[in-house]
């Protein structure tokens, strides 16, 4: 295995490709064990073979991109739990990509435990902050293409009760303001979300609170919010994951 990794980073220093004669010296393996894992790495995909050299095949690069993403999402959850250390309370990011609300990273602990999903996320967007932060920021067709697919439905006493009435809400939202969510997903909870555009990609870092920390959670939210122009550029990176 480490001898294949090894002419893998050989292949992948050259751009152009290069010849196995070539890879066997820069990896330090002996010709013959050269010829052989590379006819290996070739037929499973790793590699493809051009013109006498040898370049990055589909599997390789599926494998750099998959290694590529875990980087991207490992840094997004070094500086959520940056936040959640710095101002106490459970931080999430997501973004809508594909028609679908997509919670990447929450950082929380066990004294600052995450909102518990007891309904799906992806379905009850007209119920939580993260969802109406992110719905908000799409057009009126969007908003309404989404709600066909998972309809407005009341999830505790506070959730809007309708599809017109919500959106009624998303449209006297101000654009890109922070969006507070008061016990409408989950009872005893309280939320609060900031919007995150990124090119054509709506995002959103939020943060939640127990309704009986309430007090706290605009403080917080704002918080957040002055630090988040300095936060974009790490963010910008992960909208690809």
Not at 46 to 55: A, I, M, N, T
Not at 133 to 139: G, V
Not at 210 to 217: M, S
Request: glycine share 6%; charged share 25%.
């Amino acid at each position: 295995m480490q001898r294949a990794m090894r002419l893998l980073d050989a292949v992948a220093s050259h751009e152009a490709g290069a010849p196995a004669k070539q890879l066997a010296r820069e990896s330090g393996l002996a010709l013959p064990t050269a010829y052989h894992l590379l006819r290996t790495l070739t037929h499973e995909g790793y590699l493809r073979r051009e013109k006498g050299v040898f370049l990055l095949g589909d599997a390789a690069e599926r494998l750099g991109a998959s290694a590529a993403r875990q980087n991207r999402r490992a840094m997004i959850g070094e500086t959520l739990a940056h936040w959640r250390d710095a101002i106490g309370v459970p931080v999430y990011f997501a973004i809508y990509r594909d028609g679908e609300i997509e919670v990447v990273s929450i950082a929380d602990t066990t004294g600052k435990p995450a909102v518990e999903e007891w309904a799906d996320f992806r379905e009850t967007g007209h119920a939580h902050a993260i969802g109406q932060c992110l719905l908000s920021q799409l057009d009126r067709e969007a908003q309404r293409e989404h709600l066909d697919r998972y309809p407005v439905r009341p999830l505790t006493p506070n959730t809007v009760s309708d599809e017109r009435t919500f959106l009624r809400r998303l449209e006297g939202m101000e654009r890109m303001a922070l969006v507070v969510e008061h016990q409408e997903y989950a009872l005893g909870t309280v939320c609060a979300a900031i919007p995150i555009t990124v090119g054509t990609t709506a995002a959103t870092m939020a943060i939640s609170l127990p309704l009986c920390q309430v007090d706290r959670l605009l403080p917080a939210a704002r918080t957040l919010q002055e630090e988040l122009g300095r936060l974009l550029r790490t963010f910008a990176f992960s909208i690809s994951i």
